[in-house]
């Protein structure tokens, strides 16, 4: 069985499940209590077949530090950033690494391809040859099997419709009550309760 390559784009994931957690009306300041089951979606994303290497890139707001370790104690290489000025600013060095990392893995394992799963909806730079879009293009030429895993919502059009040509492509929010869980209110905040992950069903998970 061919081994899988976790690409793990935070920022983008993180982002957009704060604002389905609003979508869905999870209780007060929902956006704000929402976390990524790291277990979960890790499973979710090598659906356990042999696991080569996961990497992770995102910011460094201390806020997250929980989510950071918890992926580094699973295995995952974590590449950390300080946000930029701007939003986009701040995700342009981690979409770098990840791409960087992704060609270089290509060339590595020329001789003996795997499948490369992608958690990212980005597909910007296309048109320019470059971003997460153009560098699957690339390894799928040289016999990677592809896999995206994305919110619906947000996934680039164009990209998704290449992912199901060409390979795979999974909704986050299929899975959104096992990846996701909800931490209770603060102090001094809106009374809400806290929300358990669902347990994990890999049943209606696509694979390419």
Same mark, same amino acid.
């Given at each position: 069985?061919?081994?899988?390559?976790?690409?793990?784009?935070?920022?983008?994931?993180?982002?957009?499940?704060?604002?389905?957690?609003?979508?869905?009306?999870?209780?007060?300041?929902?956006?704000?209590?929402?976390?990524?089951?790291?277990?979960?979606?890790?499973?979710?994303?090598?659906?356990?077949?042999?696991?080569?290497?996961?990497?992770?890139?995102?910011?460094?707001?201390?806020?997250?530090?929980?989510?950071?370790?918890?992926?580094?104690?699973? !295995? +995952?290489? $974590?590449? /950390?950033? @300080?946000?930029? #000025?701007?939003?986009?600013?701040?995700?342009?060095?981690?979409?770098?690494?990840?791409?960087?990392?992704?060609?270089?893995?290509?060339?590595?394992?020329?001789?003996?391809?795997?499948?490369?799963?992608?958690?990212?909806?980005?597909?910007?730079?296309?048109?320019?040859?470059?971003?997460?879009?153009?560098?699957?293009?690339?390894?799928?030429?040289?016999?990677?099997?592809?896999?995206?895993?994305?919110?619906?919502?947000?996934?680039?059009?164009?990209?998704?419709?290449?992912?199901?040509?060409? !390979? +795979?492509? $999974?909704? /986050?929010? @299929?899975?959104? #009550?096992?990846?996701?869980?909800?931490?209770?209110?603060?102090?001094?905040?809106?009374?809400?309760?806290?929300?358990?992950?669902?347990?994990?069903?890999?049943?209606?998970?696509?694979?390419?």
């Amino acid at each position: 069985m061919d081994s899988v390559f976790i690409y793990w784009d935070n920022s983008n994931i993180f982002h957009e499940a704060q604002r389905l957690a609003q979508e869905r009306r999870e209780g007060p300041n929902a956006r704000y209590r929402v976390r990524i089951n790291v277990d979960n979606i890790l499973r979710l994303a090598h659906a356990d077949r042999p696991l080569k290497k996961a990497l992770a890139a995102g910011s460094v707001p201390p806020e997250m530090r929980q989510l950071w370790n918890r992926m580094e104690s699973k !295995g +995952v290489e $974590v590449h /950390l950033f @300080d946000r930029g #000025e701007s939003a986009r600013g701040e995700q342009e060095m981690p979409d770098r690494v990840l791409q960087l990392r992704m060609l270089e893995d290509a060339l590595d394992y020329n001789g003996n391809p795997g499948i490369v799963v992608l958690l990212t909806g980005d597909g910007a730079g296309y048109l320019e040859g470059a971003g997460f879009h153009s560098t699957l293009e690339r390894m799928h030429k040289r016999g990677w099997r592809v896999e995206i895993l994305s919110w619906a919502h947000s996934c680039n059009q164009r990209m998704r419709r290449w992912a199901r040509e060409n !390979g +795979v492509f $999974v909704a /986050l929010d @299929d899975f959104y #009550e096992a990846i996701t869980f909800m931490e209770p209110s603060r102090p001094g905040a809106e009374l809400a309760s806290p929300r358990d992950s669902a347990e994990l069903d890999l049943s209606k998970r696509p694979m390419a």
